[in-house]
């Protein structure tokens, strides 16, 4: 690899080059389709977002403020669906995934660049079919729980359609991503030198090949007992409900690890280079990957612990629970060992990171008191959860997804973020973030259910308290989302590798040639040497 | 022409299960009907899987690939009786 | 541009072996998209055998049957269709392309019967649980037939205008994959319907 021209400033307008709209919906560049993903989710992220303000504006009063209870139930539903479906899991997997992981691992594209238009077309038409459904909104919370999702009057056959498109979507994204893997290395790079966020990235399309199908039977069968009268899950039929959770559940935990995995594997990136030091314990990072996969795919039965599932279950599965927290955290302390001693520099992509490590462990140390049988009876269903899920996929996933559009934008754009700004957005964000959702721990310890529009008087003033936090947050991501718009058009130009990192999407120039790379590179090491010799 | 002749010899074993499991389905074993049917479906699944799939001449990825979903159709069948069985 | 295009002996070689690691991929997720139906029957069965006893002996054996040997057949012809194009004879493999679609096409009229029948008695999807197994795994199945025979007739249409041959095969190998997949699950799911029932 040459380094000489690391710095310079690269005039040509790389894959960004051609214009016009034949050239972005017909593309077969997987870094156009990549920023074809990620506009499509943070639309998507702003249009859940706004949902959530005005559920929390309803929640300023304990009893009716601006909206009948009807409304508030389908705006829950939406802000879960669109949040789950069409920003979080496509998000980082098809947006940055598609994006980087042929540059990382040295490949002029993606195994199957046709399939990988397809499944971005699927994508929209699950999205179009989503939209469709709205004429007769969902209220049935973003999970669809039997019975009731069989007899609400709501477009749920509908809506089910264009989840199982949206999944359809993802498993071919995965499908591709496997295989890009095995088969376009470049040459030199073996498993074991392998950037970490391609690990994190491997292990999140095993998910998501083997556990999307599943949710699309079980949407499917939905679908089938609303229009055919089929009765797998309706008791009066000799159903049973609880097959659909165990359906739903057995795709939708190990869905959380394609969530968070993903995030995983860009703060792996950004905190060596951050720090000028070797990420310590690479193997272990890289296994506890595919642990948290594998263990994810043991513990579906923890989300069922109240819905009268047997006992014998239930023990088992709350045992297996707590096998998770082992990868996860054997992630976090190799983390903290390459933090140790390093010559650590705070620019808004790490400043993202360390608050993933410092929100996500709080997420995460919240997730063993639902995981344990005893505890889960008490705070089921209250804000407690509500505070748990946002700390884990507010503030591991999404922190996790503004660092790598921090770290990656001048890559992706060819331009810089103007980083004053970057920051202010930064703590504006995070102090909003904490004021939030600190409070639903809280919550939902004393008591407070969630998914009602009304609530007793005595949790007024924490409310007050999360509603304006959630204006502070709102602030903070606006401020952010304008420097990205003022960067992209308007941000001094970068070089090939501001921020001197080491893995392979940094020797090519920003934004990077529509190849690629001029000549693929020959890898002799792996990518995190850094402190070791002069880069 | 000796690859065309295996899978003839393939189709002509997969009739003659096809036979057999029709044979058994009449008598009565109790449980083990369902035991037998599936393990000649098994049996069956192998041939289609080996001669007609190729899988024999695959290397170990290819293999992997073909027996990792097996062990989570088990998981999910299994993890579910671990409800309904003991309700 | 794309990852695996060229021209080379070696390329091509190397896109099989790309194209195969994919298709199984995608059988994986199969796999599992049936497993749902597949974990269904399994809770079902044992918590009513009485009622599948008594609800099978409705089925038609002797036309699921008919079925069973069909798709056998088809697997067979549809093997031979790959031979034929890993040596390049053209007319064998449009031939073989041709039964395969046929026999597809019959195990598909055998099912309208089967249902019309069905209808005809009475018997629904909503019917009962068994029956909303019955057509929920059959009808799912009939889905990927109906699939494959638009894979298979793209790869006709491919073969009558000379696109494939000795040096281009994968379609008909990544097809052929597919299509012995749908075989397989009817191997299970026939004895699973009809006879153990």
Redesign the interface.
Known sequence: MSHTDAHAINEDRGYLTERGFRSWACTLDHKRIGVLYLFTTLFFFLAGGVIALLMRLELLTPGPTLMSDHTYNVLFTLHGAIMIFLFIIPGIPSGMGNFFIPLLIGARDVAFPRLNLLSYWIFIGGIVVILASLVSPMDTGWTFYTPYSARTGAAVATLSLGIFLVGMSSILTGLNFIVTTHRLRAPGLTWHRLPLFIWAMYATSIIQVIATPVVGITFLLLAAERIFGIGFFDPAKGGDPLLFQHFFWFYSHPVVYVMILPAMGVITEIIPVFSRKPIFGYRAIAYSSLAIAFIGFLVWGHHMFVSGMSHVAGVIFSFLTFFVAVPTGVKVFNWIATLYRGSITFESPMLYALTFIFLFVIGGLTGPFLGALATDVHLHDTYFVVAHFHYTMMGGTVMGLFAGLHYWFPKMTGRMLNETVAKLAWAITFVGFNTTFFVMFILGYHGMPRRYAEYLPKYHADNVFATVGSWILAVGVVIMFANFVWGMFWGEKASANPWRGLTLEWQTPSPPPTENFDEIPTVTDWPYGYGKKAV | MTAQRTYIAVWLALLVLTGITWGVSYLDLGLWNVVVALAIASLKASLVALYFMHLRSEGRLVWAFALFPLGFLALIIFGTLSDTLFR | ????TGDSREERA?AL??A???I?????????????????Y???R???PD?FHAEHLKLN?LLG?TN??IL??S??T???AV?AARQGRKKRLQIFLLCTILLAASFLGVKYLEWSDDFARHL???T??FF??Y??MAG?HALHVIAGMGVLTTLLVMARRGKLGRSRHTPVEIG??YW??V??VW??L???LY??G
Do not use: Q
Request: glycine share 12%.
């Open positions: 541009m794309g990852g695996v190397y072996e790309t195969k690691l994919g199984w991929c995608f059988l994986a997720t199969e796999v599992l998209l049936f497993g749902g139906l597949f974990t269904a399994t809770v079902f044992l918590r009513y009622l054996r049957g069973t040997v056998i057949t697997s067979l549809m093997a031979l031979a629904y999807p909503g009962n649980l909303s197994l057509f929920t799912l052929g994959l012995h997949f075989d397989l191997i299970y026939f004895p699973l006879l153990v």
